[in-house]
């Protein structure tokens, strides 16, 4: 059959939309105060588009460590909440589908047919059969073609697909930050693992030591040349020192936990060797403070939030003006069906409709100042979070300033510790000092060096958290625009949200010097 659907109707509408507005305000982004250097870097810095601005890629390489290189990239694929987020990311993308839907007329094809009991002389056809005295079956039928269009006049629609598109960049955004966080704890529960094998390898040492204290001390006690209570102090000391490498067994069990879950693993399914290696910590580029609105995916979310609620707006205020529909028959009909395509049977109709209330008792306006409270409120957590940026960023190169000095300082002080044990004991085998001067002296070089053990740790885990803050390599120019889905590639994994790739920075020149670089 031959459908025949004019394009008239359809033609003006169009001409009706192409000349149609968009009421609501356009987005622009609001201006934020970034300062020109860090306060904890001396100097101007100057931004660069290339690749001075942060860490890059495999970021995490920096560290040279084996087990962060091996497991970091499998977070972007089998960690579950990146998963999740990831379906989140599909979901907006798909809402952006629907949406956009609504620019476009619906067609739909209507096909019925009939069959009833008529009674004799309603009708004569080769199609009726007689069942009887007075009654006839007849067949009927009809093939419809229609469509409807309600153009966008008012931007509505278009809004709309603003809002919708801006969520979705902001779900992928959440994606980034949410593969960025998870890499991160990874990091930290690395860096916490090696530790805790680092502990262990000191207090085994210290074991052995105590061993041998307690070997000299028992020999000595067994000629009568010491007292007693030297070979119980000794004891003791020893006993202490083997229960704390037995406590060490639980942190070390809870972060290979901690590992094998961040990479989507059940616990027994990763054995994570002793190690004696700890990381090495990184340089990190830190670059000037205005790089760090592209460069935090957290940023980049909360940005588009607020394209989001702008495009809101629109479509409350849309809601003011008529709303105009438009819609066409075209097909044919015929009782009974004998004939149904024959010209005499064609039937065709054109309709509009245009709509608008007159009083709602404010709803309206309501839905108005509603969008446009909620605007405000995602300004306000833009700033915020912007804000917080900066005082992550500063926190982290503090805690790295400070701990360098005071991983100096305890260098120095284990030195002496060691040297002072050293002297406690060979005095107290000349028997001029009683044992607990050397008890006490080899505290001190425990103490101070679990403490010297436990600064490396924060400077590493303040440089993992500085390459979080700082962003981790990504770029809010790798947000994809979901209204172009042609240039909108397919992303088959959770990995291609991952912080792998270079960042395009954007220049923007705020003083002169060199880009500082933290270790």
């Known amino acids: 059959m031959k459908m025949k659907i004019s394009c008239k109707p359809i033609a003006a509408a169009a001409a009706l939309l192409l000349s149609g507005c968009m009421v609501g305000p356009d987005y622009h982004r609001p ?11 001396p100097g101007w810095t100057q931004a660069q588009p290339a690749d001075a601005d942060g860490p890059k890629g495999a970021w995490w390489a920096g560290f040279n460590d084996p087990l962060l290189n091996e497991l970091e990239p499998q977070v972007a694929v089998s960690n579950q909440t990146v998963a999740q987020d990831y379906a989140n990311y599909q979901e907006a993308l798909a809402e952006v589908k629907v949406a956009r ?15 009833e009991r008529a009674s004799t002389g309603s009708t004569s056809s ?49 994606l980034a930050n949410a ?31 105590y061993e041998h204290f307690l070997e000299v001390v028992s020999y000595q006690d067994k000629y009568g040349t010491v007292a007693p209570s030297d070979v119980v102090t000794a004891r003791t000391q020893l006993e202490n020192a083997r229960a704390s490498l037995i406590a060490l067994g639980i942190a070390r069990a809870q972060n290979a936990h901690a590992i094998a879950v961040l990479v989507g693993k059940n616990p027994e399914e990763l054995n994570i060797p002793h190690s004696a290696a700890m990381p090495t910590l990184p340089t990190v580029p830190v670059g000037v403070p205005s790089t760090i609105l592209q460069r935090r995916p957290d940023i980049a979310t909360a940005e588009r939030q607020m394209a989001s609620e702008n495009a809101t707006i629109g479509i409350a205020i849309a809601a003011y003006y008529p709303t105009v529909s438009l819609s066409a028959l075209d097909g044919f009909t015929q009782s009974p069906l004998g004939g149904l395509l024959h010209v005499a049977n064609y039937v065709w109709s054109l309709g509009g409709s ?26 306000a957590n833009y700033r915020g979070t912007v804000l917080t940026a900066f005082e992550d960023v500063e926190n982290d190169l503090s805690g790295l300033r400070i701990l360098a000095e005071q ?42 060096q679990q403490t010297a053990l436990s600064v490396q740790q924060s400077r ?5 958290s500085l390459i979080g803050d700082l962003g981790g ?47």
């Open 101 to 115: 839907s609504a620019l476009f007329p619906t067609i739909g094809v209507t096909g019925s047919g009939t069959r």
């Open 460 to 464: 590493l885990l303040d440089a993992a």
């Open 407 to 448: 991983a100096d300082a305890l260098d120095t002080a284990v030195h002496d510790a060691t040297h002072g044990t050293e002297i406690a004991f060979n005095e107290y085998q000349a028997g001029t000092v009683d044992y607990t001067t050397v008890a006490t002296a080899q505290a001190t070089q425990l103490a101070d």
């Open 354 to 379: 245009a709509t608008e209330t007159i009083f709602d008792g404010g709803e309206r306006s309501g839905e108005v100042a509603a969008a446009k409270a909620n605007y405000s409120a995602a300004v």
């Open 31 to 41: 201006q934020v105060n970034v300062p020109a250097t860090y306060s904890e870097l």
């Open 179 to 209: 593969t960025l966080s998870e890499q991160i704890a990874l990091a930290t529960a690395v860096i916490d693992l090696r530790t805790s094998d680092a502990n262990i390898d000191l207090l085994q040492a210290t074991v052995k030591a």
């Open 473 to 519: 390599g990504w770029s809010d120019s790798q947000l994809h625009d979901p209204r172009n889905p042609d240039k909108l590639q397919a992303q088959p994994a959770a990995a291609a949200a991952a912080a792998s790739t270079p960042a395009a920075q954007t220049s923007s020149a705020v003083g002169q010097g060199a880009q500082p670089a933290v270790q």
């Open 126 to 174: 080769s199609f009726t059969r007689s069942v009887g005295s007075g009654a006839q079956i007849v067949n009927a039928g009809s093939l419809e073609g229609n469509v409807s269009w309600a153009p966008d006049l008012w931007g509505s629609v278009r809004r709309t697909i603003e809002e919708n598109a801006a969520t979705a960049q902001a779900s992928e955004a959440t």
